[in-house]
């Protein structure tokens, strides 16, 4: 079965740093990790950053400059380095995914999510 897995979150001091890695289990060549989304309790699950086939990153503003997406094609895995992090970047980080099926159809897929908790 192909999923998607998550590492590298921990506890962490306010203005610390993490980096997050995602990487695509089973088989590889049919599911591209792209993005990454963040829930905090009692919130909804939000846009961090995500990244097109061709490298360009989009960020959401709040972690604009302090975080960097990037992706190990021939390792299929995803990653996102978190510097001067925040107590309120404490959240479980969901890495998404995307494959599609041979009639085209695009699925996008979830990773098991990993948290960070940075103490203030």
């Known amino acids: 079965q192909v999923q998607l897995v998550e590492s590298g979150g921990g506890l962490v001091q306010a203005g610390g740093s993490l980096t997050l890695s995602c990487a695509a289990s089973?088989?590889?060549?049919?599911?591209?990790?792209i993005g990454w989304y963040r829930q905090a309790p009692g919130k909804q699950r939000e846009l961090v950053a995500t990244?097109?086939?061709?490298?360009?990153?989009v960020y959401a503003d709040s972690v604009k400059g302090r975080f960097t997406i990037s992706r190990d094609n021939a390792k299929n895995t995803l990653y996102l380095q978190m510097n001067s992090l925040k107590f309120e970047d404490t959240a479980v980080y969901y890495c998404?995914?995307?494959?599609?099926?041979?009639?085209?159809?695009?699925?996008?897929?979830w990773g098991q999510g990993t948290q960070v908790t940075v103490s203030s």
């Open positions: 089973g088989s590889t060549l049919s599911i591209n990790p």
């Open positions: 990244i097109s086939s061709g490298g360009t990153p």
């Open positions: 998404q995914g995307e494959r599609y099926t041979s009639y085209g159809t695009r699925i996008v897929t």
